[in-house]
């Protein structure tokens, strides 16, 4: 069964930094579009950022210059780097996986599969 594992998250206080990594239980995800999104209490989910299969990224401005995405094929892993962390940043993240391209995965806010999600909490 396909399956997106996250981890990595935590607590930590404002100006922190933490790694959330996401593995893919198939090597089939070496082709597909990664990103990770945030969902804070009382609020909709929003993207963070997004990394095509060759390495084309996208992240949202909220988080440009503090968080990097990447990714590990041989390891089928996804990282989000999170620097400068700020208490607006708190939520739960998601991983997610699409075979769409990275414009696409932009233009439709859709993908097929999903993790279970990692809590980041911080504090002021």
């Known amino acids: 069964q396909v399956s997106l594992v996250e981890s990595g998250g935590g607590s930590v206080q404002t100006g922190g930094s933490l790694r959330l990594s996401c593995t893919a239980s198939?090597?089939?995800?070496?082709?597909?579009?990664m990103g990770w999104y945030r969902q804070a209490p009382g609020k909709e989910r929003e993207v963070v950022a997004a990394?095509?299969?060759?390495?084309?990224?996208y992240s949202t401005d909220s988080v440009k210059g503090r968080f990097t995405i990447s990714r590990d094929h041989a390891k089928n892993t996804v990282y989000l780097q999170m620097n400068s962390l700020k208490p607006e940043d708190t939520a739960v993240y998601y991983c997610?996986?699409?075979?769409?391209?990275?414009?696409?995965?932009?233009?439709?806010?859709?993908?097929?599969?999903w993790g279970r999600g990692t809590q980041v909490t911080v504090s002021s």
């Open positions: 198939e090597e089939a995800f070496k082709n597909y579009t």
């Open positions: 997610a996986a699409d075979p769409k391209t990275l414009l696409g995965t932009i233009a439709t806010g859709k993908y097929t599969y």
């Open positions: 990394i095509s299969s060759r390495g084309a990224t």
